[in-house]
């Protein structure tokens, strides 16, 4: 297989240190990430104000992954074409349009405030997406090795954890300070921020393409070696994190766990994920992504077995713990992987392929833990999930010999 980063030379105008541009694609993440966070945690709590359904509340919530998924094509070629900055500015302009028809949702009365808010979603949704699909692409292509390619993940896979707390939080409080207009306004003007950290992005000039026998479809890229295998791993590990935050709850409540201790569950979980980042770059040059990949999926598998059984909040903590260990460091081997795998000049098509099953199996997965859950009963999704994610890891050894054939 050819060396991606050799290929990755010539499409560089200019070299900065790979620090200085890797902050300011975590701040543009954060600044795009932030509004849709914000959106999606103040929207749903209008609507309810409003005495609007709770129906109405699904429905608005499941638009916010339902554009990416229908998108995320259309932004990997234009991030392929284009590099960075174009696409960076299409996914400000939507996110901004989307906290734009926020605010004008509060001037409404019924039911036009809700449309508003749908079309909020939407464009939120989208625009978070296309940004997150050019960032990690650019990401990628800025580093010069394997290795780099794990730290570079690793540092990249803080920011929706930062954006989800700083847009709900922000959004928060200003709706208890000075009341939704005013925090949806808020959140509009975050995505600005982001234009003004892309000026530390080199522009890319993409080497000339050579002629090719007829148009390329996207799902041709499918086949190529060992990207299905890797789809899968990351559906089964996406999957894997939804049926937590989805049974956790759930089973908390069964166990007569009061909410904060619930939450505090939840948020061990985040904390391990956020600190299994911090570390891997320090131990990038000692992991391969197959074993790592591997090991997690394994550890995952263990840790769904156990969880039914667990009768205390202090040892659900623990399993919390051990799980967002595992599941934090599948990120970056999965991104580094994708890299090796696809051709270099099709980073963004197979980046907006991987989005489109996280999407899909956000949106949908929720409706089919709920009938399992109702049909099984909720503990027996996690051995469900666990023994599926064992069954996966081989897949994910066999990506492994792929990437180093």
Same mark, same amino acid.
Request: charged content about 10%; some cysteine.
């Given at each position: 297989?050819? =060396? ?5 030379a010539?499409?560089? /105008? ?7 541009v ?7 993440? !954060? ?7 914000g959106? +999606? ?6 609507? *309810? ?8 509340v699904?429905v608005? $919530? &499941?638009l ?12 990997? /070629?234009?991030?392929d074409?284009? &590099? ?25 009365a019924?039911?036009? =405030?809700?449309t ?7 464009? %939120?949704? %989208? ?7 050019? !960032?990690? +692409?650019?990401?990628? /292509? ?14 990249l ?7 989800? #707390?700083a ?7 200003? !709706? =208890? ?11 509009m ?5 982001g ?5 530390? #992005?080199?522009?890319e ?6 002629p090719?026998? &007829? ?16 789809? *899968? ?30 939450g ?10 956020a600190?299994? /980042? ?33 009768r ?5 903590c623990?399993c919390a ?11 970056? $081997?999965? $991104?580094?992987?994708?890299h090796?795998?696809?051709?270099? =000049?099709?980073?963004?098509e197979?980046?907006?392929? +991987?989005?489109?099953? !996280? ?5 949908? $997965?929720?409706?089919?833990f709920? @009938?399992?859950?109702?049909a099984?009963? @909720?503990?027996s999704l ?9 069954? &996966? ?13």
């Open positions: 297989m050819p =060396d991606p980063f050799q290929a990755a010539p499409a560089r /105008r200019h070299a900065l240190p790979l620090a200085n890797l902050v300011a694609l975590i701040i543009g993440q !954060i600044c795009l990430h932030s509004t849709m966070a959106v +999606r945690m103040a929207a749903p709590l209008w609507v *309810l104000r409003a005495s609007h359904s709770e129906w109405a699904g608005l $919530m &499941g916010f992954a339902a554009a990416p998924i229908v998108l995320a094509l259309q932004a990997g /070629r234009l991030a074409r284009h &590099g960075y900055h174009r696409p960076l500015y299409v996914a400000v302009g939507l996110t901004t349009l989307g906290g734009a028809f926020a605010v004008l949702a509060t001037f409404f019924a039911p036009f =405030d809700f508003a808010l749908c079309l909020a979603a939407i464009l %939120a949704g %989208a625009g978070a997406n296309y940004g997150l699909i050019a !960032i990690q +692409r650019t990401a990628g /292509r800025s580093a010069r090795d394997a290795t780099e390619l794990k730290r570079v993940f690793s540092w896979g803080l920011a929706p954890a930062l954006s989800n #707390v847009g709900p939080v922000l959004a928060g409080a200003l !709706i =208890d300070v000075a009341g939704f207009r005013v925090a949806f306004g808020a959140l003007l975050l995505p600005v921020f234009l003004w950290s892309a000026r530390r #992005v080199p522009i000039t993409p080497p000339p393409r050579a090719r026998a &007829g148009a390329q479809s996207s799902w041709d890229l499918l086949r190529t070696p060992g990207l299905r295998r890797l789809l *899968l791993v990351n559906w089964l590990v996406s999957s894997s994190w939804d049926v937590h935050s989805f049974v956790i709850p759930i089973l908390g409540h069964e166990r007569g766990f009061s909410a904060s201790a619930i505090l569950v939840l948020g061990v979980f985040a904390a391990a994920v600190l299994v /980042r911090l570390a891997i770059p320090t131990l990038a040059h000692r992991l391969r992504e197959s074993r790592v990949l591997v090991g997690a999926m394994l550890l995952t598998a263990a840790v769904f077995a156990v969880y039914p059984f667990v205390t909040p202090w040892t659900m623990a713990v051990v799980l967002g260990l595992a599941l934090g460091a599948v990120q970056p $081997m999965i $991104m580094s992987t994708l090796q795998l696809t051709p270099h =000049d099709r980073h963004g197979a980046i907006a392929l +991987r989005s489109m099953t !996280i999407n899909f199996s956000s949106a949908v $997965m929720p409706l089919a709920g @009938v399992a859950g109702a099984l009963g @909720v503990a996690f051995w469900v999930m666990g023994a599926l994610v064992a069954a &996966g890891s081989v897949q994910a050894r066999r990506v492994g010999l792929t990437a180093r054939a």
